[in-house]
């Protein structure tokens, strides 16, 4: 019985790692000829997984080409502040919601649900509009104000905050702590799963942000990572393999570091985020 | 954790208004390379430092446009250095000490609308490429009639474009072209000495490319490679559209019917004349390699092993820098555009880098100095050549085809015989700007080569997608 | 605030009066935000979509309901909606690979093989998308692809199919860039569904003496319901809001191209906002998409709510 079962996990072991390896293929074989000298504008045929002639010209053209190093350091910015308003602003609509007792609550709410249903594209055009009559178009602050409203954010907020026990709010309550001390220090010290999950989810979205930033930035000094990739997508030099493929590593290593270094974290959030629907 | 929250959030605000509030500020010069000081030569335009203002207060002017990098590049294949569109504020600023200029460039996506967007809102003054925008642009007349001895230096005089929406079938001047792009019909020589083809002439037909590139399709008795006969850059919506206006402009076929309200022009695909374009460039198609509907397939193009023999395509300086570099200078040819059979010329897409002042612009007069400026200046001419465009000044053009640059002649016979007004992108058989017209041809053409539908099929359906597109602008 | 004593009408009043402000004070910049920047864009576009509006954004006349006739007529249009509900219902194959590769990896037994199946199926997500549409441009390509290479090897003739520049084949060639990079989450959901199904229940089907094929039938599926239905919905609705590589892959342009096969709705709209203004147009079209989405929304919030 025992071998049988040795036998299947081994089996099961190998047709797993093939597929794996067969997925990761495209991976592996971007990096390898982004290293690879021969590959400044034909593409090797037969396919190659290891550089003939092993050199970081195609990097050093990359970076030469496009100013990555300011999209990385624009995106960063842009990720942290963004991720610092929306989560906070997450927290404390969720706990108000959550906790609060206030006349319109239901209302507001559902205000707020609403916009989740609202696709983001049906305002475009009047927000585009709206930003350029305040002369705010080409400066990052459209990229910014909309972090006070996440409506998926503030719902998820809402719903693991329902989980604290109401017990704890009203012993501090009776001993006179206000609300926003409540808040500070009893409920969010208890949201490390939550939060976690959020960051993470506003770390993603921040960095695969595509549509706003094109529509709404133009000189490329401001600009994201995602969108800077597209530009040198469309230009003359995007002909050559090599550093195309160059820029693409580079624009992906940023999340992949955090991916490697958080990666527990990163799958459990999204286990926890389809069950919990 | 309270303390945190905050100081994280200060100190991100901070930093967003530093560095994103601040909208102006001078483009800081990105790699480490030292760029040579550009000599400052005497140039011919005394006579408009007169003009500027003599007061202490600088002018501002606000150049806004899709330009090329803002920093240097190398180009990896002929590994020279390309300087970036610094060089136009850095020579200008020295010549005009109270003048200073503002350069942003934008990338090609949607930059039409962003542009009018941009230049309606008061926030430019010069516009790169603005010649087609005439909602936003000054008619340039005036300033041409008060001061315009300059042109005669220049060999494309003026951008002209269809005047506004309700006056469409009035051409006005609207930008002054900075530098000049011609069409060639690029060739191969040792392909074509394989396969015993005669080089292509002045007087060449498109009937004439289609027997040479089909006579070339097939495998080299020379070298027993596979060869191509011609090459479309099917990644380009301009160049597929290309590949049937050129054949109509040859032919002097008449596809636009011009209304004085631009979305009441019509456009007449499917008559036989039209027909025959789609049936031509069909058999054209055929030649091509298997990748181009990608964009690929000529990468090896100025090469040693090149495989394609002909390219119809304005990209000639780049090409001549690529063979330069890998001593290849004698094998590639640029040939003449296929003749225009109703009248002289060549079918030529004169295109060109234009500029344009904005309507609500500050300092017009400024910008019309610096504009000249631009046309004339020499150093800037040696730029535009270093970055692959041809200046579209005559001094500069014999200055740097002295050293028998194989392409200056043909260059400057295809240019000599364009009369003075016209405009490809406002004649008979192409309009670039009405509404989507180079994505409604390209999407017809790739379907018919892909071999998804007809050719009369394509026809019907890009005549459908512009009768839509007018009616939908009711 | 102190406990007061003996508290009147009017001063539990005032009381609930502050509270209530406390509170409101925790939505306040969310709801500025949300009024100032998602409501009234909102019945700006609507407004819009009722009136010819200039390149400027200023209004010109009111057109009633012309500009929906316009749209819901043109056949590019429809042609977008089409493409867009194909696109989606294709994007949804990755949800029975997810599963089964979910399946596969629940079933070792080694914890750290597992741990390297999940982080490794999950690496594809996590990887920028422009940087994913960027490589697969040359997996994809119709001539020394990385696909087509190793097709031609299996099948010993030379295959040249046009992933991506043959119109009715683009849709596929997208899905196969859309279904690599998501199958991972799909493992993830499904992985995280399996793991909550009790092993009683398996255990209970073995006394039984059912087969490993029957329990996956009967048992697996079935409670595997809520995680399909979840992956379903947000796979359409995801499905709409598509954008960027198909953006990418038409060469940076909402044309979709080749031949408008790749133009999802929300690319129609960009194109008539930015490409070839006229917002009356698009905010009509924006109008149109909203409602679809909205439609597909409340069916998703019924069904969630009544299982």
Redesign the interface.
């Known amino acids: 019985m025992k071998k049988k079962k040795i036998i299947s996990q081994a089996a099961m072991i190998t047709a797993l790692g093939v597929t794996l390896v067969v997925v990761l293929i495209p991976i592996c074989w971007a990096i390898s000829m982004s290293f690879d000298a021969t590959t400044i504008d034909v593409v090797p045929n037969p396919p190659r997984f290891i550089p003939k002639e092993f050199s970081v010209f195609n990097y050093k053209y990359a970076l030469e080409a496009i100013p990555i190093i300011r999209y990385y350091i624009n995106t960063l910015l842009l990720t942290l502040i963004n991720t610092c308003i929306a989560v906070f602003t997450a927290m404390t609509c969720g706990y108000a919601f959550s906790k609060g007792r206030f006349p319109l609550k239901g209302i507001l709410f559902l205000l707020v649900l609403a916009v989740m249903m609202i696709p983001f594209e049906v305002r475009l055009i009047p927000l585009f509009l709206q930003y350029r009559d305040w002369n705010l178009l080409d400066t990052w602050w459209p990229l910014i104000l909309g972090s006070f409203a996440w409506a998926y954010g503030i719902f998820l907020a809402r719903q693991f905050i329902d989980s604290i026990p109401d017990s704890l709010r009203e012993s501090a309550s009776m001993d006179g702590a206000g609300e926003w001390h409540i808040f500070f220090r009893i409920i969010l010290p208890l949201c490390g799963p939550v939060i976690a999950t959020l960051v993470i989810f506003q770390v993603v979205n921040q960095w695969n942000n595509f549509l706003w930033p094109l529509v709404v930035v133009s000189s490329p000094r401001k600009q994201v990572i995602s969108v800077g990739l597209a530009m040198f997508n469309a230009s003359e030099t995007a002909r050559y393999l090599g550093p195309r493929l160059a820029v693409s590593v580079l624009g992906a290593i940023p999340l992949m570091v955090v991916y490697l270094f958080l990666q527990k974290y990163i799958v459990q959030s999204v286990m926890l985020s389809g069950v919990k629907e | 954790?309270?303390k945190h929250?905050k100081a994280?959030?200060a100190l991100?605000?901070a930093?967003?208004l530093l560095?994103?509030?601040c909208?102006s500020g001078s483009?800081?010069a990105?790699?480490g390379q030292d760029n040579e000081p550009a000599a400052v030569t005497t140039a011919a335009d005394e006579a408009a430092r007169g003009e500027t203002a003599s007061s202490d207060e600088k002018i501002v002017l606000r150049i806004v446009g899709p330009m090329e990098?803002?920093?240097?590049?190398?180009?990896?294949?002929t590994k020279k250095t390309l300087r970036g569109y610094y060089v136009i504020k850095e020579l200008y600023e020295a010549e005009h000490p109270n003048v200073e200029l503002e350069l942003?460039?934008?990338?090609?996506?949607?930059w039409?609308?962003?542009l009018?967007?941009?230049a309606?809102?008061n926030q430019v003054d010069i516009v790169v490429h603005g010649a087609s925008l005439v909602?936003v642009v000054e008619d340039l007349t005036p300033y041409v009639e008060k001061d315009g001895d300059f042109l005669d230096e220049l060999l494309l005089k003026y951008s002209y474009r269809r005047a506004d929406k309700s006056n469409y079938t009035q051409l006005v001047p609207t930008g002054i072209p900075i530098s000049a792009a011609a069409t060639t019909l690029l060739y191969d020589k040792k392909i074509f000495d394989d396969y015993g083809v005669e080089y292509p002439d002045e007087t060449w037909t498109w009937e004439d490319v289609l027997e040479a590139a089909q006579k070339m399709t097939g495998t080299d008795p020379v070298t027993g490679e596979e060869t191509y006969g011609y090459y479309i850059d099917?990644?380009?919506?301009d160049w597929i559209g290309r590949s049937l206006t050129g054949y109509y402009f040859s032919k002097g076929t008449t596809i636009m019917e011009y209304a004085d309200v631009q979305m009441e022009t019509k456009v007449n695909y499917t008559s036989p004349e039209a027909l025959e374009g789609f049936e031509f460039v069909n058999e054209l198609a055929k030649t091509c390699?298997?990748?181009f509907?990608?964009?690929?397939?000529a990468?090896?193009f100025g090469t040693e092993s090149n495989n394609i023999a002909m390219w119809y395509t304005q990209d000639m300086v780049n090409i001549y820098y690529k063979t330069e570099s890998l001593g290849l200078t004698d094998r590639y040819g640029y040939g003449y555009s296929p003749v225009l059979e109703t009248t002289d010329g060549w079918a030529n897409f004169t295109g060109d880098w234009n500029m344009a002042i904005a309507k609500n612009a500050n300092h017009k007069e400024e910008c019309w100095e610096f504009i000249k400026w631009m046309a004339t200046n020499q150093d800037i001419a040696d730029w535009c050549w270093e970055i692959g465009k041809i200046p579209n000044n005559r001094e500069a053009i014999e200055r740097l085809t002295a050293e028998g640059i194989p392409f200056a002649d043909m260059f400057l016979n295809t240019l000599a015989a364009t009369p003075d007004e016209f405009t490809i992108f406002a004649s008979d058989y192409m309009d670039s700007f009405l509404?989507?017209s180079n994505?409604f041809l390209?999407?017809?053409l790739?379907?018919m080569f892909?071999?998804?539908m007809t050719p009369e099929e394509a026809a019907e359906s890009i005549q459908?997608?512009f009768e839509?597109q007018a009616?939908?602008?009711? | 605030m102190g406990k007061r004593s003996g508290p009147g009408k009017r001063g539990k009043a005032i009381y609930k009066w502050k509270k209530s402000l406390v509170w409101l004070s925790f939505l306040l910049p969310t709801f500025v935000c949300l009024l100032v920047l998602t409501y009234i864009p909102t019945f700006k576009a609507v407004n819009f979509s009722f009136h010819e509006v200039s390149v400027i954004g200023e209004i010109q006349r009111s057109v009633g309901l012309q500009n929906y006739k316009v749209m819901l007529s043109s056949s590019s249009f429809r042609k977008a909606i089409g493409n867009t509900l194909m696109l989606a219902v294709m994007s949804l194959s990755a949800i029975p690979v997810g599963f089964v590769i979910a399946c596969g990896v629940n079933s070792v037994i080694n914890k750290k093989a597992q741990t390297i199946f999940r982080l490794g199926f999950y690496m594809p997500n996590i990887i920028t998308g422009v940087s994913i549409v960027l490589i697969f441009q040359y997996i994809l390509q119709v001539d020394n692809g990385l696909i087509n290479l190793a097709l031609s090897n299996l099948l010993g003739r030379k295959i040249e199919i046009g992933w991506l520049s043959d119109p009715s084949l683009t849709k596929v060639g997208a899905t196969i860039i859309q279904v690599w990079t998501t199958l991972g989450y799909n493992m993830l959901i499904c992985l995280a569904g399996l793991q909550s199904i009790p092993t009683e229940l398996y255990e209970a089907a073995m006394m039984d003496g059912g087969g490993a094929l029957h329990r996956w039938r009967y048992i697996t599926i079935p409670l595997m319901r809520n995680n399909f239905i979840f992956l379903f919905i947000t796979g359409i609705i995801n499905g709409f809001s598509r954008f960027t590589d198909l953006y990418i892959l038409s060469g940076n342009s909402s044309s979709g191209k080749p031949a408008g096969s790749l133009q999802t709705i929300l690319m129609y709209i960009y194109q008539y906002s930015f490409e070839n203004p006229s917002y009356g147009l698009s905010c009509a079209g924006a109008v149109i998409l909203f409602v679809i989405v909205f439609t597909i929304t409340s069916i998703n919030l019924k069904v969630t709510k009544t299982i």
């Open positions: 954790m309270r929250i994280t959030l991100s605000l930093a967003a560095l994103g509030g909208g483009a800081p990105e790699s990098s803002e920093s240097d590049t190398t180009n990896p294949i942003t460039g934008i990338p090609w996506d949607s039409q609308a962003k009018t967007t941009a309606a809102g909602d099917g990644s380009s919506s390699p298997k990748g509907l990608e964009g690929r397939g990468e090896n509404g989507s994505a390209a999407n017809g790739s379907a892909a071999g998804d459908e997608a839509e009616a939908s602008y009711q």
